[in-house]
């Protein structure tokens, strides 16, 4: 066994000696073992935000507008799932009604439905319905004056939720 000095206190121990017995401090084997598994932690904490880095990198965030039409396309979905429930509420068959078209203003305060239903009398038509700051009108005055002529946009609304 090799003879090697303390590095505290220059006492002569072996080498193998977990600590010395003049001054206490840990040995030199010990001590170097610590020392390479606090680097070892310290690379791979390094490695981790690096990669965190490099992922981030390859992301790219969407621009100011393409975020405000998501979400004013959620909330026009949302507020055309609403009216559709509304509406298929006042229905004498709920179940027989088939959305076709569903298309709203800009900011939603107008919405206008074009669907199939099945009547009483078991009689299949077209309706349409307009959706108006929370009001239902499903006469053809209110299709001309709300729906006709205006600047649409089409709406889609989860027909799976109902």
């Known amino acids: 066994m090799a003879i090697v000095k303390c590095k505290v206190c220059g006492e002569e121990i072996e080498e193998t ?5 003049r001054c206490d401090s840990l040995g030199p084997k010990r ?3 610590i020392r390479l598994i606090l680097l070892c932690v310290m690379v791979v904490i390094v490695a981790f935000f690096g990669l965190g880095y490099y992922l981030q ?3 790219v ?3 100011y ?3 405000l039409r998501e979400k004013l396309d959620d ?3 949302q507020r055309g799932l609403t009216a559709m429930l509304l509406l298929r509420s006042r229905l004498d068959n709920p179940e027989s009604m088939k959305l076709e078209k569903s298309i709203s203003n800009e900011d939603g305060s ?3 439905f074009e669907f199939t239903e099945t009547d009483a009398a078991g009689v299949t038509k077209k309706s349409r319905a307009a959706f108006v700051d929370g009001e239902l009108d499903r006469t053809p005055a209110g299709w001309k004056l709300f729906c006709v002529g205006k600047s649409m946009r089409p ?3 989860k027909a799976d939720t109902f």
């Open 61 to 63: 965030e969407k621009p």
């Open 17 to 21: 000696i977990l600590k010395c017995p």
């Open 65 to 67: 507008e393409e975020v």
């Open 155 to 157: 709406i889609t609304v």
């Open 75 to 77: 909330k026009l979905s």
């Open 110 to 112: 107008v919405l206008c």
């Open 57 to 59: 990198m390859d992301e």
């Open 31 to 33: 001590g170097k073992r």
